[in-house]
């Protein structure tokens, strides 16, 4: 376990050390943003779901250093192997993002008539949405910034806006409406997740959800490494 | 368990679109240094990279301590020192934390010899890895790959960038190394005459083939120039040289058995000690053979 522990933290402090000026200047950036959020917006539903994008994408790009500096093929010659590598992006991903979302909801409590609560923050549900909605982007994100780079997590956005662009295209074409289709979709997998809730019990669902996730993280390592295993220096 | 090499390769083929290493196979014994030359893109870092695992291999095998990098990488890199021909670090960081980093994943890391080598290297270890010359980054390289007590120490292309004078230092320091008689290094280059100086073994590599691997002092002693007229070429075998040169008024031509050549040339030819450098140059170079 000790090993475990210890094999996991030599990669996150690397990563640590290795972006602390990008890390101070977030710190900076975030402080302000919470000022300005809190008297702008002041919603706490509004203010979780985009702090986790936010999140989210902060911790996979600064990843991708290795690559600027070209050390990739360095690192590959050092005693660890190519999934310690990979583990390493997802502890630091994971870690940060655990992080930023502590001290943002302490940060957000802390302004002046802010509606934030961090009881209500830090509560089950609101973690697992945290959580569903981290997976969802670094689950995505990190095999294509792992196995191509900066170039990857771009070309995967790009994907997604093109996939969008041409729905829309679609929809126009064929008359359709986009808008009421998405709502429906939703509506959808709302009333699905609340009749599993129902069924489930809201702390057998939780757990569930708890495990999904765990599993769709895992899924999303094991690609990583072996998409990284295929790259040659 | 180890075998009696502390590095086998045999059959070692890596296949590009462009280039294919093909049947490399040479043995370093443990305590000894042995010389990986040839010429650019000849093969000697693919060879290397597929020794530490950074490559997949199509086919053949390496066993380093025994082990096969494939299946033991962690083990088998932490037992070897490795430097690059361009190092490269993280640029922003001071060479202190850049050791810092490295240190911690290697079980018998000495951070007195680092420091004792880095003094030796004159490296300002609070300066930027980014601030660093060519010649200093290589330093810093060397420094690490020696601070780990490494059984295997290879360097690819170490001395190019590098002044004369730091040159002969590091070939004392690799020296002193091969004292305790438990390290070896694997030493790839294209400047011959470090070799000359330090290495007990030579393996020449030319487009992606094992042209020889053998003792140095073999092949100073096998290996000899021959320099005679252009009408005693009319009487030899074709292929009878390994290189030729031909000339307005007469020939020089590398042979790889000396005694053979003046058994059979006598006083008609001049018959010389070869270099590695003449040996490089007339195995690789562009003169046709007879």
């Known amino acids: 376990m000790t090993e475990a522990i210890l094999r996991n933290w030599i990669p996150l402090r690397r990563d640590l050390i290795l972006h602390r000026r990008t890390l101070v200047l977030v710190a900076v950036m975030y402080t302000a943003f919470q000022a300005w959020f809190v008297t702008s917006f002041n919603n706490p539903m509004v203010w979780l779901v985009f702090n986790c994008i936010y999140f989210s994408f902060l911790t996979v790009t600064p990843l991708t250093a290795d690559e600027k500096t070209q050390t990739l093929p360095w690192l590959c010659t050092l005693p660890v192997t190519r999934a310690d590598l990979v583990r390493g992006r997802y502890v630091t991903s994971w870690a940060l993002v655990l992080a930023l979302y502590a001290v943002s909801v302490a940060l957000a409590a802390l302004m002046p008539g802010s509606d934030i609560s961090p009881v209500w923050m830090l509560g089950p549900d609101r973690l697992l949405l945290v959580a569903g909605v981290v997976t969802f982007i670094i689950a995505l994100l990190l095999p294509f910034t792992i196995r191509f780079g900066f170039t990857g997590m771009l070309l995967t956005l790009v994907a997604a806006q093109v996939l969008g662009g041409v729905m829309l295209v679609v929809a126009k074409i064929t008359g359709g409406d986009l808008g009421s289709g998405i709502s429906a979709a939703v509506g959808i997998l709302r009333e699905g997740i609340f009749a599993l809730r129902g069924s489930l019990g809201v702390l057998g669902f939780q757990l569930a959800l708890l495990v999904v996730l765990f599993l769709a993280n895992w899924a999303s390592y094991r690609a990583s490494v072996w998409l990284f295993r295929r790259r040659e220096f | ?290």
């Open chain 2, 1 to 290: 368990m180890e075998t009696s090499g502390i590095l086998e390769v045999r059959g070692l083929c890596k296949q590009y679109p462009d280039f294919q290493l093909a049947d490399v196979s040479f043995t370093l014994p443990r305590g000894y240094i042995m010389g990986l030359i040839g010429p650019n893109g000849a093969g000697k870092t693919t060879t290397l990279k597929l020794i530490l695992g950074a490559l997949r291999r199509d086919a053949g095998s390496i066993r380093a301590f025994g082990l096969d990098p494939v299946e033991a990488g962690v083990e088998v890199r932490s037992r070897i020192g490795f430097v690059h021909d361009e190092p490269r670090f993280y640029r922003s960081l001071t060479l202190t934390q850049n050791a810092a980093l490295v240190a911690r994943l290697y079980p018998s890391w000495n951070d007195d010899t680092f420091r004792r080598l880095s003094t030796a290297f004159e490296l300002s270890l609070d300066k930027r890895f980014g601030q660093l010359s060519h010649g200093n980054k290589t330093k810093f390289a060397l420094a690490l790959a020696l601070s780990h007590r490494a059984e295997l120490v290879v360097l690819d292309e170490p001395t190019s960038g590098l002044d004369p004078v730091f040159r002969r230092d590091l070939l004392d320091t690799l020296t002193e190394l091969l004292q305790d008689e438990r390290t070896s290094i694997l030493f790839s280059t294209h400047i011959t005459s470090d070799l000359e100086r330090i290495a007990d073994y030579i393996t020449l590599i030319q487009n992606g083939r094992i042209v020889f691997s053998e003792a140095k002092d073999r092949i100073l002693e096998n290996w000899a120039l021959v320099k005679g007229g252009l009408d005693q070429l009319e009487s030899l075998p074709p292929h009878y040289f390994r290189g030729l040169h031909r000339g307005a008024h007469g020939f020089e031509a590398l042979t790889d058995d000396a005694r053979e050549a003046r058994r059979r040339l006598g006083d008609s030819v001049v018959i010389e000690g070869a270099t590695l450098d003449d040996v490089v140059l007339y195995t690789t170079g562009s003169g046709s053979n007879v």
